[in-house]
T-cell receptor
Framework: DQQVKQNSPSLSVQEGRISILNCDYT??????FLWYKKYPAEGPTFLIS?????DKNEDGRFTVFLNKSAKHLSLHIVPSQPGDSAVYFC????????????FGKGTKLTVNP | ETGVTQTPRHLVMGMTNKKSLKCEQH?????MYWYKQSAKKPLELMFV???????ENNSVPSRFSPECPNSSHLFLHLHTLQPEDSALYLC???????????FGSGTRLTVV
């Protein structure tokens, strides 16, 4: 049973527009969430995280929103750039992030020039 | 060298071969992980080592055998693999827990 779900396998966006990547989780014990970005032939790299005590965290063009009641989080990229084209993984952890990560399947983002 | 280094980057092996994947980190982390990434599947956690002790083995077939001789090195020994074992194998390390994972670039394994 998948505890972290990314239901969109792919997303295509025009350069300069907003990219919104979604993630749902089922385990109510999760209280720390992360987004990783992965280019082909490279390992995932950390992008941004959010603790369940917050509902928003912003870092430059990247913002993560958390809706605890809906068990849903989203990553917004504004404005999207061609270099953002990659696979984005949502991950979750419990006990304030002290437990191991559980990953979603990933969403492949393509930003078209 | 900084970060998490995995070797080899690519490996093609026959079903009767024995090979090993290597992972090395010099970040001062004390937990190391093996993940498997197959197409259209989530990252699958295979093994977790914490303070050089295996703390998790997620029902991985015995043809995969991990080894953690010290906190900086992690190996995955492979023998009599099946074609469905072809995947990207990722190593990661952290200071225990879920934050601060650093991944290696992975080994692309093809079993023929």
């Amino acid at each position: 049973d998948q505890q972290v779900k990314q239901n969109s396998p792919s997303l295509s966006v025009q350069e300069g527009r907003i990219s919104i990547l979604n993630c749902d989780y089922t385990n109510s014990m999760f209280d720390y969430f992360l987004w990783y970005k992965k280019y082909p032939a490279e390992g995932p790299t950390f992008l941004i995280s959010i603790s369940s005590i917050k509902d928003k965290n912003e870092d430059g063009r990247f913002t993560v929103f958390l809706n605890k009641s809906a068990k849903h989080l989203s990553l917004h990229i504004v404005p999207s750039q061609p270099g953002d084209s990659a696979v984005y993984f949502c991950a979750a952890s419990s006990q304030g992030g002290s437990e191991k990560l559980v990953f979603g399947k990933g969403t492949k983002l393509t930003v078209n020039p | 060298e900084t970060g998490v280094t995995q070797t080899p980057r690519h490996l093609v092996m026959g079903m009767t071969n024995k090979k090993s994947l290597k992972c090395e980190q010099h970040l001062g982390h004390n937990a190391m992980y093996w993940y498997k990434q197959s197409a259209k599947k989530p990252l699958e956690l295979m093994f977790v080592y914490s303070l050089e002790e295996r703390v998790e083995n997620n029902s991985v077939p015995s043809r995969f055998s991990p080894e953690c001789p010290n906190s900086s090195h992690l190996f995955l020994h492979l023998h009599t693999l099946q074609p469905e074992d072809s995947a990207l194998y990722l190593c990661a390390s952290s200071l225990q827990g879920g934050y601060g994972y650093t991944f290696g670039s992975g080994t692309r394994l093809t079993v023929v």
